[in-house]
């Protein structure tokens, strides 16, 4: 459930340049045209995943022709890295943004992160459902967008262990996967029982830090 502004994500996915996302013809809308747009958006991407979503349910949730949604942008996956930026910059306005630093302990990032989302949630659970639909989509355009969404927990975990926080001998891709694969399925188990999921969060990653192996030297 991570959000990154649609020009940086757009800049690590794309493959068009400096191509405008969306266009100009949508910037140029009234405000109350554009949030039906988003808003179809919202409701089309929070019910399926992006491969199963369809741009016909999106036009006709928004009430605009087929061919002015292409005046708008070029195709579904400029519509959903819109979607990404509005909603990321509500976020912003709702939870307030902290300061980053790479020194942070990974984990302790991972569970103020995980509250950030829970908080979104309550505000707006059709955000959730989108992040959780991004982690179970298998589509080449969403795997690169997850990809991009959890590099810089990546990037964190290797200065962890650079800094001496974590072992060396650790590999990085499978705690990102345990942690990612566990909270998705978890969240899902929980039957959205926003204590019960961050309490079942804390403890896979106390397991993960301290592992289970009783040390009898």
């Not at 266009?23 to 747009?37: G, S, V």
């Not at 029982?193 to 804390?202: A, H, R, T």
């Amino acid at each position: 459930m991570t959000y990154l502004s649609c020009k940086k994500t757009y800049d690590m996915m794309s493959s068009r340049g400096d191509d405008i996302v969306p266009k100009d013809t949508f910037k140029n809308l009234n405000a109350d045209k554009k949030q039906r747009i988003f808003d179809a958006a919202v409701q089309e991407f929070s019910t399926c995943s992006f491969s199963d979503a369809s741009i016909n349910q999106i036009i006709k949730t928004a009430g605009i022709p087929r061919g002015s949604f292409y005046q708008y942008f070029n195709d579904k996956e400029d519509l959903y890295l819109y979607m990404i930026e509005e909603i990321s910059n509500q976020k912003k306005k709702l939870i307030p943004e902290r300061v980053s630093n790479p020194d942070d302990d990974f984990f302790e990032t991972f569970i103020q992160k995980t509250k950030d989302s829970l908080e979104l949630g309550k505000a707006k659970p059709e955000y959730t459902k989108i992040g959780m639909l991004m982690q179970m989509d298998n589509s080449e355009f969403i795997a690169k967008f997850r990809t991009a969404s959890i590099e810089k927990y990546r990037k964190q975990l290797k200065h962890n262990k650079e800094c001496g926080l974590i072992r060396q001998e650790v590999n990085t891709d499978i705690v990102l996967d345990m942690l990612f694969s566990y909270t998705l399925e978890e969240y899902f188990k929980s039957g959205f029982d926003e204590n019960e999921y961050l309490k079942k969060v804390i403890d896979a990653i106390n397991i993960i830090k301290e592992g289970i192996k009783i040390n009898k030297d």
